[in-house]
């Protein structure tokens, strides 16, 4: 029998203000719709699956974006070697970044996974060597696999209400417990030629994000394109264009 620890008892360990996701032990009881129920009730929001690992089903699975069933959810590739009851690993670095590279150019959702008792370390081994090779790009999100589905849950069910007024207002509006749905969305509007309009939030003005990488996803910020304005922002707020 599987037990689930409550999230609550892993953050009195942890500074992080949610448990998002479960990792079923060696894939054990991923099908079972009882036991996704129980990891859903126990307040999961994303279980990760382990297929078939006798027959190597988990070395690639091939999942290049959101998994259908997040509580069955595989994810593109493993990077390590064979362990367990496996008949082979995944240590070609070669084959590693082409995998990456085809998820990267459909604009898709890369995930791999590893286990660290599975490793090689060091720069001239095969773990190193892949990370630094999907590192540092400008346009990819790096980002966990439970807060990305908790964003996946967000973006679908935040509505922008535009709200009477003088100038243009939104409210950005979501039903989602923000305690564990905590990421930030980005609204585009669309500007017109010479108009240079600035977002407040509580009569504030946002800050101008310069382009480049950001290591948070909470924050609030906007940028300026010729012809839109893209405003990050975390639901529960009223959005004023002035």
Known sequence: MMRSPAPATILTRTNQPHVWSWCYPCGNCASKEFVQRRLQAAGYI???NYPDEANDGH??????????NPFDAAYTQVV????????SGNTDVAKLNAKFDEVYRS?????????????????????E??????????????VPMGPLYAYKALREQTQVKALKGKTARFEVVCPLDRKIYNDSVTLEFRMPKGKK????????????????ITDRWQGQYFRRTPASLYVTVQPGVIVELK
């Open 107 to 127: 604009g898709g959702i890369y995930n791999f996974m590893s286990h660290p008792q599975w490793l090689d370390y060091g720069s001239d081994a095969f773990y």
């Open 197 to 212: 309009l600035t977002p407040h939030v509580a009569d504030t003005p946002l800050a101008e994000r310069a382009n480049g």
């Open 46 to 48: 994303l279980a990760r």
């Open 80 to 87: 390590q070697k064979k362990g367990g009851i496996a008949k």
């Open 129 to 142: 060597q892949h990370m630094a090779y999907i590192a540092r790009k400008p346009d990819v999100w790096y």
């Open 59 to 68: 070395v690639v699975p091939d999942v290049n974006g959101y998994a259908d």
